[in-house]
């Protein structure tokens, strides 16, 4: 079986838009479809999670509309992504997924549950919150002293937006960089400068937009993040799971935004039983 640092990137074209794409594991049963997070592209996934969940299932990541490789222009609305992460699926020719939605990713994939329902069989929503959930509209402000500090010292962002600022957040940041790093060929485009402002307004947006009925969502999901969380504060997780009506709650000790990358030596065996379950 390929892994993920080897996996070829595949393009399907819907609607005159050419989405990029990866998929490994054995192309049986259920797959787990990954939605990924604000200027993620496909490089940016962890392989341990990656890996370790296409040991036992059909795992198809996917660059939305805008991102990435895929062409066409990111829209700045949650519920339009939702409706291209619906199209892509269904071209591939699946009726129903699994999906393992990561921070905004996690809020296309409760997009994806409330438009599309039947095509839904199970969720992991991780390092996210429900729609509507209070302080969202400070997120530009926290991306964007992350990204002075990354300036400042010639970091990646995602070493102050994901991991605690302390000897074992810093270590977990490292090894994370370093498992980033490993596939060196293939590799996707970075994100866009109007991608990432499109995700950001729809972030924003979206945590002023009136709250969900979460309780039509009636498939099983397991919602998971660190309790440092700076980015989705681990209390919207909590309350998100409160408010789905079969959803059980992970929280990582001593761990942030990226608390499931920090945790994979347990996150991914709980994310297995889960499915299996």
Same mark, same amino acid.
């Given at each position: 079986?390929?892994?993920?640092?080897?996996?070829?990137?595949?393009?399907?074209?819907?609607?005159?838009?050419? !989405?990029?794409?990866?998929?490994?594991?054995?192309?049986?049963? *259920?797959?787990?479809?990954?939605?990924?997070? !604000?200027?993620?592209?496909? %490089? %940016?996934?962890?392989?341990?999670?990656? %890996?370790?969940?296409?040991?036992?299932?059909?795992?198809?990541?996917?660059?939305? =509309?805008?991102?990435?490789?895929?062409?066409?222009?990111?829209?700045?609305? &949650?519920?339009?992504?939702?409706? %291209?992460?619906?199209?892509?699926?269904?071209?591939?020719?699946?009726?129903?997924?699994? &999906?393992?939605?990561?921070?905004?990713?996690?809020?296309?994939?409760?997009?994806?549950? @409330?438009?599309?329902?039947?095509?839904?069989?199970?969720?992991?929503?991780?390092?996210?919150?429900?729609?509507?959930?209070?302080?969202?509209?400070?997120?530009?402000?926290?991306?964007?002293?992350?990204?002075?500090?990354?300036?400042?010292?010639?970091?990646?962002?995602?070493? !102050? @937006?994901?991991?605690?600022?302390?000897?074992?957040?810093?270590?977990?940041?490292?090894?994370? !960089?370093?498992?980033?790093?490993? =596939?060196?060929?293939? &590799?996707?485009?970075?994100?866009?400068?109007?991608?990432?402002?499109?995700?950001? +307004?729809?972030?924003?947006?979206?945590?002023?937009?009136?709250?969900?009925?979460?309780?039509?969502?009636?498939?099983?999901?397991?919602?998971?993040?660190?309790?440092?969380?700076?980015?989705?504060?681990?209390?919207?997780?909590?309350?998100?799971? +409160?408010?789905?009506?079969?959803?059980?709650? *992970?929280?990582?000790?001593?761990?942030?935004?990226?608390?499931?990358?920090?945790?994979?030596?347990?996150?991914?065996?709980?994310? @297995?039983?889960?499915?299996?379950?």
């Amino acid at each position: 079986m390929n892994t993920w640092r080897d996996t070829p990137t595949k393009n399907i074209t819907i609607d005159g838009t050419p !989405f990029a794409y990866r998929e490994l594991g054995q192309a049986t049963g *259920v797959p787990v479809v990954f939605l990924h997070h !604000f200027t993620a592209v496909l %490089d %940016d996934w962890d392989p341990r999670i990656i %890996d370790g969940i296409a040991q036992r299932h059909h795992v198809i990541a996917v660059d939305n =509309r805008g991102v990435g490789s895929t062409g066409s222009r990111v829209p700045d609305d &949650l519920e339009e992504m939702g409706a %291209d992460a619906i199209t892509f699926i269904r071209a591939l020719g699946h009726d129903q997924v699994d &999906l393992f939605g990561f921070s905004l990713g996690g809020a296309v994939a409760q997009m994806v549950a @409330l438009q599309a329902p039947d095509l839904v069989r199970r969720m992991v929503l991780a390092g996210t919150g429900p729609r509507g959930g209070g302080g969202i509209w400070k997120m530009p402000f926290i991306v964007g002293g992350a990204y002075a500090k990354a300036f400042a010292t010639r970091k990646d962002p995602r070493h !102050f @937006l994901f991991f605690p600022r302390n000897a074992e957040g810093r270590t977990a940041a490292g090894e994370y !960089f370093a498992r980033l790093a490993e =596939r060196t060929h293939d &590799l996707d485009r970075p994100i866009s400068r109007q991608a990432g402002l499109a995700q950001l +307004r729809a972030i924003t947006s979206g945590g002023l937009h009136a709250p969900d009925d979460l309780s039509t969502i009636k498939a099983p999901v397991l919602v998971a993040n660190g309790d440092r969380d700076l980015m989705v504060a681990s209390a919207h997780s909590a309350d998100m799971a +409160r408010r789905l009506p079969d959803a059980r709650l *992970v929280v990582y000790p001593n761990s942030g935004h990226g608390g499931v990358f920090q945790h994979h030596e347990e996150f991914v065996p709980e994310v @297995l039983a889960f499915l299996a379950g």
